[in-house]
Structures are given as structure tokens and as C-alpha cells.
């Protein structure tokens, strides 16, 4: 588990008008902006944020991310090719050209002249790009897996197939650095299985639920018809049940699957297969290849009542855990050998829709982006050609990347912004009045045990024995889940990897990693809005600080702060400390709760499942402000456009929210993101620091406005 500082591929953060409601009696947003012609872009000025951008009509204690971004919202609609557009977008879209130019000059180069790695790449870019090869081979690519689906006429051969790389499968696997032992390797282990994003997607019954469930068979039948049945849309409705029996009796709750104590279930190779000894749960082990470990890491295994007890779950948290694995194992069983055939069929077709056919891609897109996240136009191929050069062979693109695009100078000023950010924790944990000084010397440790990254990895992966080659997209990605899966099994049994990084150079994101207590910032964030090496230092501060505060916040999160310094996963904290901690979760848990965007207050924020990311913000933009106050060394920054240094500080931080996101892709993100929509990430984190009221004269009269004693303060 890694908690990143945003939902990568998910395209649902904010609303696409100016800030929803925050109260009943708050006024009403205004409405969203037509659709774009041109991209959006953003100016930030001479000292990183631009103030002809802020919006005078709108009181910054009423709602501060739409004082500070109305105006660029109100003037940038949603370009149609996206769900969602903002600091992120901006940013993704300059890494993805500066990308293409590096491939464009592979392309146009003389192939005999290419490296390996260059060749690699524009094979993976080439094949992906030619869509009339694609289209002219029609399924003949897809053929011979689809064929070997249908030939496993029973369960036993299916869970052979289903242990193939590139294969999907109801149950699955992965390496991982084991969290209660974090010097080895271990296999995660768990239930899937589900086509939509969520289990609530198939037990809610409004309007818009039931739509997507009647688009969602029509596109099953689309799938099914194609690969050839007879009574498509029959066995798509078989097909849905199953996967309907899935979110009812399997799945669980997405924020009860948060509990990193509950998900940690070690077992054995025999009490994995004593959980249901009539599942040919060998044979799929063996196809896999997690044959050759000693321990599996069950991530929805039910607790039993000791358990239950032993963890303090109430029944609440209880009612909301699915059968998980067992419960899958049983399903499997019951379910005719036919409808998992289609399953796997249809599931086949849908991960690798783009290199099959364009009217294959054309429908996984109509429901997957228009149905689900309402985006009318799919991004250009080019585009998308790139991420799937990247998908493939990440790490060589990213090498070329980090060459040309990350300055050293870049590497250095982050540096010092982590050392800073490292003082105002260290100082912050001192200083603490709620945490006693047991816990507080656990923490200390931690934090000086951080392990921080920041660019990218300098031993980056070779891919060595990887095959990409010309005109084959699919063969191409089963030779890279080959390839990978290789490699994963290859850690079994040897020494944890330290310098492996979860991001590739050029990705917009950043990330903590608690099995290996780490922080990681690729090279393609450190980019204005968030960071410019002449920025004004209060804009840094509130944007790469407040970053790199938030993943250091969730070293110390709900979640993360179950993990020690070395990474694993105990409790080192006293009784008392953690009520004290749980006390202030919870009052943010009831804060976000409140944020209810749509239908007059009934579709809201769930504050429970984005509570890791919502104590990242709060702690790390408090931890960013600490650490800007120290780095003026006890003097008051200059005034800048008749804005003081704490004003620009907290603009910097709206800046890097600002975005707009069209209805449908929001009111799914409400359903699955651990993120809290940004126009929450910004006015939800502000009025909980005295120096965010200070700064800009909020009141009991502004609609932001909280008591100081429901403020919350951690770190």
C-alpha cells in the first residue's frame, strides 16, 4: 500500500463549477462552464501565482478555493477529451509533451542507428499508435487466448488459466514487502473480480445507479457479442449476476478494507487452501508461480469473534465486511463453468480494449469514460500511444525524461525544502500536548528513520530479456506481464529492494510507502504550480512543502502510523495516545461527511475512507506553514502585490486544487476516491489553522468559519 497525494487514472476530484455548497444556508454554485475549444493553461505571475486571477466577488471565509480560483474556473471549461482538468492536468499534459518530443526524434530516427531501449520504445509507441493494423487484424491477436478460455471446461482448468500473466482472475496475487515483516517478500492474496468500479455501483438503486448498471450489461453484451456468442446479451445478464453475487457476497466496504490491522492475515500455503479445500486453489497457484512462498498476506480474510474482538470492531465496521476470499471460493464453485468463461472472456476483452479493435476501443470508452465519468471525447491516440509506451517500458522513457527535462539545481532546492519540512515536524512532535513522551520517542524515531526520494531512482530499470516488438500491442503487453511477473517472483526469497520507486520520473503525483518508510517525489511534480526555483518561497512553501509535508503526514496518518520506523506494521503507540489521535480523526470524519455536493445534502463526502488523505492535507499544510515561518528566520516576508507572505503561503496551496470536474466523474469519485474533492482539499484544510484566519480576516459571520475548538490540529 501506497498513499499517493492523488487519485493517479482517477478522473473524479473536483466539481467543474466554481465550489459547491459547504452549508444549508451557503449560497448556490454557480453553473458549470460550456465545453472548451482550447486547453486550459494557468498564469502564475512574476512570483508563482498570478493575483489577477483571484475573484473579488467571493468572500475568502466563505469559500476560499473559489476566491482564489473563480476567476481561471470561470474562464477555462472543461476541454472535452477530459473528465477533469486542473493543477495536476496541467502539469500531466507538459509531461506527456515534453515525452513526445523524446519519441517523436526516436521515430524520425534511422532504426539501424537505434539502441535497444530506443527501439523498444518506438515499437511499444508504433504498435499501440497504428490503428489500421489493428483494426485489419481484428481479433486475430486475441484468438488464441480467447480460445484458450473457452477450452478450460472445468473449474480446475480455469484456475490454470487464470494463473497466466495477462490473464484476469476472479481471485489474484501479488509480491509485496510484508508489512509485519518488512525485510521479506510475501504474497498478497485477495478477491476481485468486480467489472465496475465499486461494489455500491451494483447495490444502489437510484436513478443514476440503475443507469449505469443497464449500460454496463448492454456494453457486457457488446463484448460478448464480438467474441463470438450466440445469445450475447443472455450471458451478459448471466455474467452481471455473477459479478453481482460478487459485490453482495464477497466484496467488501471500501473504507473498511482501509484497516491495515483487519487486512493483515498471514497464512500458510495449506490454511490458504483449508479455507475452501474443495477449490482447486493449487493448480492456480502453481500457474502463477506463488507456489514458491512460504506465507500469503489475506487481505479480506472475515474475522472470527476473537478477532473481532481483539481488533475493538463494532458492529457496524462488521456488518460492512464481505465474505472475501472464502466467500469467492464458494461462489466459484457454484457458478457454471459457461458464465466464468464469459467472465474471463468479457474481462479479457475490456483491460485490453485499445489494441483489439477501434470499435471495441470506441465502447470501452462510450461506458467507461462517458457513462461512468461523462468525458465526450477520448483523448488522441498519441497520447495515449505514449502511456502505453510508458506502461511498458516506464523506466527507459522515464531515464530519457530525467536527462533532459529534471535540472540538478531542482534536485537540490527539494533537498532542502525535505530538511525544513523534516525541523518542523521534529519540532511539531516536541511540542505536542496531546501525545505522551513513550509515543513521542517512537515517532521521533520514525521521522528520522524517513527515507526520501526525490527525482527519480538512479539504478532505473534495464527491462533486461523484455521483447517489445513492431505491430503486435497485445502481444506486447502479455510480453510485459510475463516480463513482470518474472521479475516480482524473482524477490521471493531475497532481500528487499530499497532503491525500487513506486512512480515513474515523469509522473504528477508523490507518494509515502509505509512497509519501507518512504517518501517519494518523482521529477515530474517539481514544476510550478507546486515548485519553481524562482518562485516566491511562501508560494514553494504552500505548494511542493505542503506536498512533501502531506507524505510525511501519512507516515503519521489512521493507517500509516500503524507502521513503526523500520516499516513494520505494530502498534507502538500508548491507549491513551491513540484515543487522543482517534478523537481528532473523527471530528474530521464528521467534518467531511458534511461536504455534500449533490441531491440537497443526500450524496456527500465519505469522510471515514478519505480520512488518511484528509489528515495528510490538514497535518502537512500546518507542517509547511512551521516550516516557511522557520525558514524566515524570525523576520516578516516582504509584501508582494499588497499580499503579505502568510496570504501568498495559502493561495500557493488553493493553486495547487484548483480544477473542475464534470458532474458524473465526480459523483463516482464520491463512490471510490480516497480523496476528497479539491474544492474540500482546500476550504476543508484551511479553517482548521488560527493563521489562515489571521491572515485573512475570517469571522464567525464567514460561512468557513469554525469555533477554535472544533479546529483541528495534529501535527
Not at 564 to 582: K, P, V
Request: with cysteine; aromatic share 10%; glycine share 10%.
Amino acid at each position: 500500500m501506497i498513499s499517493k497525494l492523488f487519485a493517479v487514472g482517477a478522473s473524479a476530484i473536483a466539481l467543474a463549477v466554481a465550489s459547491p455548497v459547504l452549508a444549508q444556508d451557503a449560497p448556490a454554485a454557480p453553473a458549470a462552464p460550456a465545453a472548451a475549444t482550447t486547453t486550459p493553461t494557468m498564469s502564475f505571475g512574476d512570483w508563482g501565482f498570478d493575483p489577477a486571477g483571484l475573484d473579488a466577488n467571493v468572500d475568502p471565509g466563505d469559500d476560499f478555493f473559489a476566491y482564489a480560483n473563480g476567476k481561471w474556473l470561470a474562464a477555462n471549461p472543461l476541454p472535452p477529451e477530459f473528465s477533469r482538468y486542473g493543477a495536476f492536468t496541467l502539469l500531466d499534459e507538459k509531461s506527456t509533451a515534453d515525452v513526445k518530443t523524446i519519441i517523436d526524434e526516436l521515430v524520425a530516427k534511422d532504426p539501424a542507428t537505434l539502441t535497444n531501449d530506443e527501439a523498444r520504445i518506438v515499437a511499444a509507441y508504433n504498435a499501440y499508435f497504428d490503428t489500421s493494423a489493428i483494426d485489419a487484424s481484428g481479433l486475430a491477436s486475441a484468438k488464441p487466448y480467447l480460445d484458450t478460455i473457452k477450452g478450460a471446461d472445468t473449474l480446475g482448468e480455469l484456475a490454470t488459466v487464470w494463473g497466466q500473466p495477462g490473464m484476469p482472475s476472479p481471485l489474484g496475487g501479488g509480491v509485496t514487502v510484508d508489512a509485519k515483516e518488512p525485510t521479506r517478500y510475501s504474497v498478497a492474496f485477495g478477491a476481485g473480480g468486480l467489472g465496475l468500479p465499486d461494489r455500491d455501483n451494483y447495490l444502489k438503486t437510484g436513478e443514476r445507479d440503475v443507469e449505469i448498471q443497464t449500460k454496463y450489461r448492454e456494453y457486457l453484451a457488446f463484448l460478448l457479442g464480438q467474441a463470438g456468442y450466440a445469445d450475447a446479451a443472455g450471458m451478459a445478464q448471466k455474467v452481471y449476476a455473477f459479478e453481482d453475487q460478487i459485490a453482495r457476497t464477497v466484496a467488501w466496504d471500501r473504507a473498511t478494507r482501509r484497516n491495515r490491522d483487519l487486512t493483515y492475515n498471514a497464512l500458510s500455503p495449506a490454511e490458504l487452501a483449508a479455507l475452501d479445500p474443495a477449490f482447486p486453489l493449487g493448480v492456480y497457484l502453481s500457474a502463477s508461480g506463488y507456489d514458491k512462498t512460504d506465507r500469503f498476506i489475506v487481505g479480506d480474510l472475515p474475522p472470527g469473534e476473537a478477532r473481532i474482538s481483539e481488533l475493538g470492531l463494532d458492529q457496524a465496521t462488521v456488518a460492512k465486511i464481505g465474505g472475501g476470499t472464502p466467500a469467492m471460493m464458494a461462489l466459484l464453485r457454484a457458478t457454471p463453468v459457461e458464465v466464468l468463461q464469459a467472465w474471463t472472456v468479457k474481462s479479457f476483452m475490456d483491460s485490453n480494449a485499445a489494441v483489439l479493435s477501434t470499435a471495441i476501443d470506441e465502447a470501452n470508452f462510450a461506458f467507461r469514460g462517458t457513462v461512468l465519468n461523462g468525458t465526450p471525447q477520448q483523448r488522441p491516440r498519441w497520447k495515449r500511444a505514449i502511456g502505453e509506451a510508458e506502461s511498458l517500458i516506464g523506466e527507459r522513457v522515464g531515464a530519457a525524461y530525467a536527462a533532459r527535462y529534471f535540472p540538478a539545481e531542482n534536485k537540490a532546492a527539494m533537498e532542502k525544502l525535505v530538511v525544513n519540512l523534516r525541523k518542523a515536524m521534529a519540532i511539531s512532535l516536541q511540542e505536542n500536548d496531546w501525545m505522551s513522551a513513550a509515543t513521542k520517542k517512537e515517532a521521533m524515531a520514525k521521522l528520522e528513520a524517513f527515507d526520501p526520494k526525490i527525482g527519480y531512482r538512479d539504478n532505473l530499470e534495464t527491462y533486461e530479456g523484455l521483447e517489445i516488438v513492431p505491430n503486435a500491442p497485445l502481444a506486447n503487453r502479455i510480453a510485459a506481464s510475463e516480463w513482470n511477473r518474472a521479475y516480482r517472483l524473482g524477490q521471493l526469497g531475497g532481500p528487499i529492494d530499497r532503491t525500487e520507486w513506486g512512480m515513474l520520473p515523469q509522473t504528477v503525483n508523490a507518494y509515502y510507502n509505509p512497509t519501507k518508510n518512504e517518501i517519494a517525489f518523482p521529477a515530474g511534480i517539481l514544476q510550478q504550480p507546486f515548485f519553481g526555483l524562482t518562485a516566491d518561497p511562501a508560494v514553494n512553501y504552500g505548494g511542493i512543502g505542503a506536498v512533501i509535508g502531506h507524505e510525511m503526514g501519512h507516515g503519521f496518518d489512521d493507517q500509516g502510523s500503524k507502521s513503526d520506523g523500520t516499516g513494520m506494521l505494530r502498534n507502538w503507540w500508548t491507549d491513551a495516545d491513540r484515543a487522543a489521535f482517534d478523537k481528532r480523526g473523527d471530528m474530521l470524519v464528521a467534518q467531511y461527511n458534511a461536504f455534500c455536493p449533490f441531491d440537497d445534502g443526500k450524496t456527500c463526502v465519505n469522510g471515514r475512507l478519505s480520512l488518511g488523505e484528509n489528515i495528510g492535507d490538514v497535518g502537512g499544510l500546518s507542517l509547511a506553514y512551521r516550516a516557511y515561518r522557520l525558514s524566515l528566520n524570525g523576520k516578516e516576508a516582504p509584501v508582494i502585490d499588497g499580499l503579505t507572505g502568510d496570504q501568498r503561503f495559502f493561495l500557493a496551496w488553493a493553486q495547487v486544487w484548483r480544477a473542475q470536474t464534470r458532474e458524473a466523474a465526480l459523483r463516482q469519485r464520491l463512490v471510490t476516491g480516497p480523496h476528497s474533492p479539491e474544492q474540500y482539499r482546500t476550504n476543508g484544510v484551511v479553517r482548521q489553522m488560527d493563521e489562515w484566519y489571521k491572515a485573512f480576516n475570517v469571522t464567525p459571520d464567514d460561512a468557513l468559519y469554525l469555533p477554535p475548538e472544533q479546529r483541528v490540529k495534529i501535527w
